[in-house]
């Protein structure tokens, strides 16, 4: 935070797709660090909610360490391409310590040959809810939620961008894996963002905090 005047300037490491929706408080808990004063060193005002952006949404932190196959032949633009048997796939969990997951340099190494990577991820949801699924992808994607196919893009192509696409899934109390396939496009493609929104949450509950109503539990 720097002070300029009569403003103050927030800084932050969210990328722009991840500022919309979000909601800014000032002096929000029960011991809250207010360290904002005017010149006589009186603190500023508590205030907030405040939506930044537009409305705000109840969606889960990315997908970080999600289970990855070898990269596989090409499917092409990936049109007859089924669900996979992941329990087939070999899949390994890698841990990317970012919201992108990005294979740049192992794609890459195999261009311009097109290959194809899956990545897979296993949720937990308390209670039925309605999703959707927010893919990031630079290549031609596929996405099935339980083995049913919920996203289809066959002309992905650069740059990678935060819910570039936004495929919307109902869900059942439960364990659910959401499968993706991503194409190289000749060592173009680099990787994919993933998270989840949660569409059927009340705006009072989610102007309350994430504490007051269910998400999913991203199992990896």
């Known amino acids: 935070m720097d002070l300029n005047g009569s403003r103050a300037i ?22 809250p660090a207010c360290t904002i004063t005017d010149a006589a060193g009186r603190s500023i005002p508590v205030m907030g ?3 930044i952006g537009g ?15 070898e990269l596989l032949p090409s499917a092409g633009k990936l049109d007859s391409l089924a669900c996979p048997d992941t329990t087939a796939l070999k899949l390994r969990t890698r841990d990317f310590g970012q919201a ?24 937990a949801c308390a209670e039925p809810m309605k999703l959707v699924a927010g893919i990031g992808y630079d290549g031609p994607v596929k996405a099935w939620m339980d083995g049913k196919q919920i996203a289809h893009d066959p002309d992905g ?3 990678a961008t935060i819910d570039k696409m936004k495929a919307p899934v109902a869900v059942a109390a439960g364990e ?24 059927d949450v009340p705006l009072r ?16």
Not at 55 to 69: D, E, F, G
Not at 102 to 118: F, G, I, K, N, Q
Not at 177 to 190: I, K
């Open 176 to 199: 659910h894996e959401l499968v993706v396939a991503l194409a190289s496009n000749q060592g173009r493609a680099w990787g994919i963002f993933l998270r989840f929104q949660r569409t």
């Open 10 to 31: 927030l800084r932050t490491c969210l990328q722009p797709g991840e500022v919309n929706g979000r909601l800014l408080h000032y002096g929000l808990g029960t011991n």
């Open 55 to 69: 409305k705000p949404v109840a969606v889960t932190p990315y997908v970080t360490k999600p289970r990855i196959s």
């Open 205 to 220: 509950l989610i102007k309350k905090g994430p504490g007051n109503y269910a998400m999913p539990e991203i199992l990896g």
């Open 49 to 51: 909610p405040i939506v």
């Open 100 to 123: 992108f997951c990005s294979l740049h340099e192992e794609l890459a190494a195999r261009t311009p040959e097109d290959v194809l990577v899956y990545y897979a991820c296993r949720i």
């Open 157 to 159: 192509i650069n740059p």
